[in-house]
């Protein structure tokens, strides 16, 4: 068999470490080369860049997962790497080509959907929820050092040893999924040829959010979900672009902030959300988790100095705890059999988010006028930076504006889960799920159920 040892958690970490290790290490340059690239509307081209990148994702997501299922996973693993690292050495050799890539490679770019299917493969299902965290915490950790190791070799060595150290690490993580990953999916679970059909409701993105209006308290959760995701997707587009450019952030400021609100949120997402889950319960968890999200982003959108930034990352922190608490509440709610159905509905929300979220944040600063027009890229230039910052911020009443349209967007969110219940009847659920779902259901694969849930693990918040 191709492969160092038997198929094993450790071999997905790795993959996973090493490739957003590489990417971490970009965080500054790729803010630099974005404003260089785009110096008029560069709120909006980030915007329309993720945009396009996260509704790609969205729609092969369920394709690439149901080939993988035929072919195999580590050919999968191979393709998803190698395609979200191409436009790596890019960055360099042509800024317009490396965003480009960037927009079409969303294609491939599901990395996450394969390797916790590789995870499902090998792990029984009470194992599975730990593999899971092992591999979100490895996620976690490995953008928790990389910006900062990423920013100071830039200022120490310039730029171009950061894209080459990158596409190093990329091609290495390539290298081991060739010579040290083994294949998870046996062989006998596998059609008997590669000419196997595939049915077009495994491979369609919207199949499961169809479903979604069939059941009232998975409607509710899934609202929640939306709403409470939508601005969080469009945050991770533009924040960091947001601090270095509109606060004044300096390269080295910004890995700073990634570290430390990683580190918390890794903390707010084992020690906190166990202990609220215990004291509060399920629903109230949630209900905290949205209030801090509310009151973080407001925070972002009126804060007007860099201490604000700090103080409102410590809040977001904490409301890091609203997915997993949903997560839970989801497979409390939903029958044993119908978990994978209603977590897929659920992924295939927050895929719709990855896409509409960011593009809507460049809209939304592109309406209200914030713009880098004025602002000298050089850091020695700084007098020069704060003097364009608050001129920027005088034109403006509110900094950020997107930010205040997340707040009411997650306020929202939470008069719905308001109406969320705690507890409900399990059985008379599972018999009105079943007349619903009883011509969808998944795959008798051991997979299935885990392969429908990974996803949740694939944006926790660093």
């Known amino acids: ?48 860049i993720q945009g396009v990148k996260g509704l790609l994702s969205f729609l092969s997501a369920p394709l690439i997962g149901a080939l993988s299922d035929v072919w195999g996973r580590k050919s999968f693993l191979l393709l998803t790497v190698f395609f979200t690292c191409a436009p790596i050495p890019l960055m360099k050799i042509s800024p317009w080509w490396y965003f480009a890539v960037i927009s079409v490679s969303g294609v491939f770019a599901v990395t996450f959907s394969v390797v916790f299917a590789y995870v499902a493969d090998i792990t029984q299902e009470h194992e599975r929820s730990m593999a899971y965290g092992l591999v979100s915490a490895t996620f976690a950790a490995s953008l928790v050092t990389s910006p900062a190791i990423g920013a100071y070799l830039g200022r120490a060595y310039g ?57 009232s308290i998975v409607l509710l959760i899934c609202i929640t979900v939306f709403l409470s995701y939508l601005p969080e997707a469009g945050q991770y587009s533009s924040f960091f672009l947001y601090l270095r450019q509109i606060m004044g952030f300096s390269s080295e400021s910004v890995a700073a ?3 430390v609100l990683g580190i918390l949120s890794i903390i707010a997402q084992t020690i906190v959300l166990s202990l609220l ?80 979220g960011p593009a809507l944040y460049g809209f939304i600063f592109y309406i209200f006028h914030v713009e880098l027009n004025e602002l000298p890229m050089p850091e020695s230039q700084s007098g020069g930076s704060v003097a364009a910052q608050h001129h920027l911020q005088q034109n403006s009443i509110i900094p950020g504006p997107p930010f205040l349209f997340g707040a009411c967007s997650v306020l929202l969110a939470l ?22 779902c009883g011509s969808h259901g998944h795959p008798h694969s051991p997979q299935a159920p885990g392969e429908a849930k990974e996803p949740l693990l694939q944006d926790t918040n660093v």
């Open 159 to 215: 730029d171009s040893l950061v894209v080459v150290l990158a596409t190093a690490i990329a091609l290495l993580d390539i290298c081991f999924i060739l010579v040290a990953v083994p294949e998870s999916l046996p062989e006998k679970m596998r059609p008997a040829s590669w000419g196997a059909p595939i049915s077009w409701e495994q491979a369609d993105p919207f199949a499961s959010l169809k479903k979604v209006g069939q059941d």
């Open 257 to 259: 902030f990634i570290a």
């Open 277 to 356: 889950m215990r004291s509060i319960g399920n629903k109230n968890t949630i209900l905290l988790g949205l209030g801090f999200q509310i009151l973080q982003l407001a925070w972002y959108g009126f804060g007007s100095e860099p201490w604000m930034m700090w103080a409102a990352g410590a809040v977001a922190a904490m409301s890091s705890i609203t997915f997993p608490a949903v997560s839970a509440l989801v497979s409390r709610t939903a029958d044993a059999d119908q978990q994978g159905v209603v977590q897929g509905m659920i992924t295939g929300i927050r895929g719709l988010c990855n896409g509409l």
């Open 1 to 48: 068999p191709q492969g160092i040892g038997s198929p094993s958690v450790y071999h997905a970490v790795i993959v996973i470490f090493l490739e957003f290790f590489a990417w971490g290490l970009l965080t500054a340059p790729t803010l630099v080369v974005l404003h260089e690239t785009f110096p008029k509307h560069t709120f909006l081209m980030n915007g329309l």
């Open 415 to 436: 008069l719905v889960a308001l109406f969320i219940p705690e507890h409900t009847n399990l059985n008379v659920r599972s018999s009105n799920w079943k007349k619903h």
